[in-house]
Structures are given as structure tokens and as C-alpha cells.
């Protein structure tokens, strides 16, 4: 600073540090009636103050004023060594000029508590709303004034300015801890003074910690103007929400956009033969209550892959599930796929390819148990059929989806009954050979289907294609137990699809089928 400058550091609106080249600048610093502390090094004085004043959060009745240029509120604080706030003790500290000084010969802290009604206090408001623009009104005042202390024409440890409560309600003058922080308002050469203003009054945005679907935060006392961020209680790692303390010292609505809500974290979870059943159901309970957007990102898809590709290889190794287990895996593996399309699809895409391999091996184990006699699941825009045939009746079996008055229906017939190929309504059919029964183990009497229906087509991305660009047609497939693909079939599989309403040609879906 330059010998002329003058230094005024306001400290939350709670507080003011001062010092001026006269005093007739601030009148109000020259108190006539005051109580004097000197004779003694790194020692305080205690205040009790006339009520509780509000700083960082908390509410103090005892201020300590130290010889070394600063006011602890709550507890003795008198290092003579200053260091940059944060400090690592949890400790309310206002700093005019923090450093080495000894309070001997002619050098004294001057102190006093002047109550509202003081000529100094009428000051002091007069002042302060003259130069923020605001009305100030203090209920008190707790003025301290370190009177010829020359060291501020100098500084011995690079003198700090500013406050401290804790990590999150701090600051620095910008000239701290440096040797530029000298030659304050000493242009005669005689030496300076500096003042401490301690006023109540609420001027701030207060700390509070609501708790919301987002989590619990625990907003800390922040300067108008000012706008915090903390970590989202319930994630996902590294998210951050903010919150703005206006210019009136009103609290903004908070940025929450970032967070999980409380049902909004999918957990990474090992599953196993015990808890399989459990844990789908919580999965498909915990998917269907995820409709904030913030919630449905890449990290949560994420997971449910892990746990459909986790189911996919346990069911492949397990061979004694219930027809009741097998219904319940398939409902509640069909729910999730029913929710996860109304995800964003740039989050689906990062993950559909292994979700939809992982379902599809969820769907061989099922069959492979050799009891799906006849499941039918269906859902908005997903449907699911499961069926099991004698060999000895099989002559063919065609399944058609179709949409009726904004809903979902599917059919399921052996083709000898099957009298028309298209219907009112079709979405998509799919019409398996009776030369299945050339490749089916002799040894099994039944032929287990199972047959699936995308309305929808989010997880199929088209690779390669524009950003979030999918088919534009409904998906349709078929498993059947014993058979790993259309490849091995003398007679071919006839699908029909529907795009944008017109009837696509057969061959389509037979090409789809040899990419299968």
C-alpha cells in the first residue's frame, strides 16, 4: 500500500477492520471514554458482550481482545505467529492486522462497549450506510483500538488481515502475508493506529441445513454476493451443489440439478444364488422412482448393467428355479427395462448394447429351466411371452405385437391356426419354421419359446449414425431353448415390422435375423 492509502476490510457485514490516514476521516475511532489494556505481550482482555452475536453459524457472549492486532469470539486466541486463514482450530478470529506486537511504553488497546444510542455508534451507521449503499443499525458496538503501534509501518511475520470460523467461512485480505501490507496511513512518519468495529447486526445470509429428497445440507453463514458449493450428500462422487447468498442477504433457491435424490443411487451390489431375488426387486423398485433427471445418468446405467450382467451369470449356472422364481426374475428384469427407456438416450446408449446381451442371456437361463410353460408380462412399451410346446403338436408358431388404443398387446398361435399375417393395430410379428424340429435335442419333449417386443427403440442405438439417433422401428426377437441362432434353420424366419406406420418388407427382417 501506498503511504496515503487507506485500508477498510469489511468482515461479513459483523465486522469492520479500519485504518485511516486522520482521524478526522472516522471521527468515531478518537472515543474519549474507553478502557485501556497495555504492559503485556501475546495476552487478551475479555469482553462480555451486551448479547449474543452471530458469527459463522454460531452465537458468542465473550469477545477476546489480543494485543496482537485481532478478536477471538468464544474462546482465547492470541498466536503472535500469523499464518493465512483458514486455520486448522475451529476458532471465530476477526483480524484488523494480525502480528507480533508488544503493547509497552506508549502503545495500548484502547476498548469499550458503546450501546445503541451512542454518538459513536450513530457513527459508525452513518459511515457503513454511506458506503455500501445499505441501512446499517447497530444494536451495539465493541470498539477496539490499538493506538500507537507502530509495527503496521511495518510487519514483522507478513501481518494477516481478515476473518476465520472454519474451512468454509474464511477470508484473506489480499495483501496478507506479504511485505506489502506496511506504510499504512503514516505520511508524516508518526505512528499508526488501527481499529476494530464489532457491531450486531444480521447482515448475512444465516447458516441453515435443510434436508430435501436430495440429502441433508448444511449451508454454512455466507457474505451477500457470494455462492457456496458442497458435495451432494447422497452423490454421485464429485457432484456439487451450489447456493447463492443474494445481494439482500437472502438465501437463493440452491443448484440440486447435480445430486442424487435419496432413492436416486443405485448401489453396486455382488449378487448371488441367495440374493438374486431380493436384490432384483429392490433394483426394479429403486429404477422406477428414479424420474429426476439428475438421477438417471451414465453412473446409475452403469450399475444396472453390472447387475443385469451379474444376474445373467448366475442364472446360467443355476438349474433349480420355480416356475414362480422364473416369472418374478422375468418381471422384475422387464420392469427395468421398461423404466430405463425413458432415460436420456445419450445415457441408455453408453450402456444398452451390454444390457440388452445380459437380458438376453437372463432370458436362455429361464428357459433352460425347462418350466416356462406360459409367462406373459407386459408393460408399456416392452412385453415379454414365455411358452413351452410339445413336439408333438408343433407345427410352426408365429408372435404379434400389437398397439390397441395406445396399449400393448401380444398374441401367440401355432402357425396352422394362424389365418392372416397382418392385423389392425400390428406393431411387429415374428413366424418360426416347423423345421425347428430339426434341430432340437431328441431327447426333449417340449420346445421352450421366448419371445420379446421393443415398442420402443432407445436401446438400440444406430452405430455410427447422428448423436442420439435409435431404429426407427419396433424391435422384435425370439429365443428358443437348445438353439443358439437362425443360422442353423433350413426354412427361414419371416419378421414384419412397422415403420412410421407403413408395413416394411419381409426381407428386412430376415436380413435382421442373420445379424442376430
Known amino acids: 500500500m501506498t503511504a496515503r492509502s487507506t485500508l477498510l476490510f469489511e468482515l461479513l457485514s459483523l465486522a469492520t477492520a479500519l485504518s485511516f490516514s486522520t482521524a478526522a476521516q472516522l471521527s468515531f475511532i478518537n472515543a474519549t471514554d474507553y478502557n485501556i489494556l497495555k504492559d503485556i505481550d501475546d495476552g487478551c482482555v475479555e469482553v462480555e458482550l451486551p448479547g449474543p452475536l452471530q458469527f459463522g453459524g454460531s452465537n458468542f457472549t465473550r469477545a477476546f481482545l489480543s494485543s496482537n492486532g485481532l478478536v477471538s469470539f468464544g474462546k482465547e486466541f492470541s498466536s503472535y505467529y500469523p499464518v493465512l486463514f483458514p486455520l486448522r482450530i475451529k476458532i471465530a478470529i476477526l483480524a484488523p492486522y494480525w502480528d507480533d506486537i508488544i503493547l509497552s511504553e506508549k502503545r ?93 447486526i444480521d447482515n448475512v445470509c444465516n447458516a441453515n441445513t435443510p434436508t430435501t429428497n436430495y440429502g441433508t445440507f448444511h449451508w454454512p453463514t455466507t457474505l451477500p ?110 420392469e427395468i427395462l421398461q423404466d430405463i427407456q425413458e432415460w436420456p438416450m445419450n445415457v441408455v446408449a453408453t450402456q444398452s448394447n451390454n444390457i440388452v446381451k445380459s437380458f438376453e442371456t437372463i432370458t436362455d437361463a429361464l428357459l433352460n429351466q425347462g418350466n416356462v410353460t406360459d409367462v406373459t408380462l407386459l408393460e408399456q412399451s416392452i412385453a415379454f411371452s414365455g411358452k413351452q410346446v410339445m413336439k408333438s403338436l408343433y407345427n410352426g408358431i408365429t408372435f404379434t405385437a400389437s398397439s390397441i388404443s395406445n396399449a400393448l398387446t401380444i398374441e401367440t398361435v401355432d402357425n396352422e391356426n394362424n389365418t392372416s399375417f397382418t392385423n389392425d393395430g400390428e406393431l411387429a410379428t415374428i413366424k418360426l419354421p416347423e423345421s425347428i424340429l430339426n434341430i432340437i435335442n431328441d431327447e426333449d419333449d417340449n420346445i421352450n419359446f421366448a419371445f420379446t417386443i421393443y415398442n420402443q427403440s432407445i436401446l438400440f442405438p444406430v452405430q455410427g449414425s447422428v448423436q442420439n439417433t435409435v431404429v426407427e422401428s419396433p424391435v422384435i426377437g425370439a429365443r428358443i431353448s437348445g438353439v443358439a441362432d437362425g443360422t442353423q434353420l433350413s426354412d427361414p424366419v419371416f419378421i414384419r415390422l412397422t415403420l412410421k406406420g407403413t408395413p416394411m418388407a419381409e426381407a428386412i427382417g430376415l436380413l435382421m435375423v442373420a445379424l442376430q
Open 108 to 200: 495500548e488497546l484502547r476498548f469499550k462497549i458503546f450501546s445503541k444510542t451512542s454518538s459513536i455508534t450513530i457513527e459508525v451507521n452513518n459511515f457503513l450506510t454511506l458506503h455500501t449503499g445499505k441501512n446499517f443499525a447497530a444494536d451495539w458496538i465493541l470498539w477496539s483500538y490499538w493506538c500507537h503501534c507502530d509495527l503496521i509501518k511495518w510487519t514483522l511475520h507478513k501481518a494477516v488481515v481478515g476473518f476465520n470460523f472454519n474451512n468454509g467461512f474464511y477470508q484473506n485480505h489480499e495483501l496478507s502475508k506479504s511485505r506489502d501490507v506496511v506504510n499504512i496511513d503514516c505520511p508524516d512518519g508518526s505512528p499508526s493506529h488501527f481499529a476494530i468495529v464489532v457491531y450486531k
Open 225 to 334: 454476493g457470494n455462492t457456496v458449493a458442497l458435495p451432494c450428500p447422497n452423490g454421485p462422487n464429485g457432484a456439487i451443489a451450489t447456493r447463492k447468498c443474494s445481494e439482500n442477504s437472502i438465501w437463493e433457491s440452491p443448484d440440486l440439478s447435480s445430486c442424487f435424490t435419496n432413492t436416486g443411487k443405485i448401489q453396486s451390489l455382488t449378487i448371488n444364488n441367495t440374493n438374486i431375488m431380493p436384490v432384483l426387486h429392490n433394483i426394479a423398485v429403486t429404477v422406477n422412482a428414479i424420474t429426476n433427471t439428475s438421477d438417471q445418468n451414465n453412473g446409475n446405467i452403469e450399475a444396472i448393467s453390472n447387475i443385469f450382467n451379474q444376474t445373467a451369470t448366475i442364472l446360467s449356472n443355476t438349474t433349480k428355479l420355480s416356475l414362480q422364481e422364473v416369472t418374478t426374475i422375468a418381471e422384475n428384469t422387464i
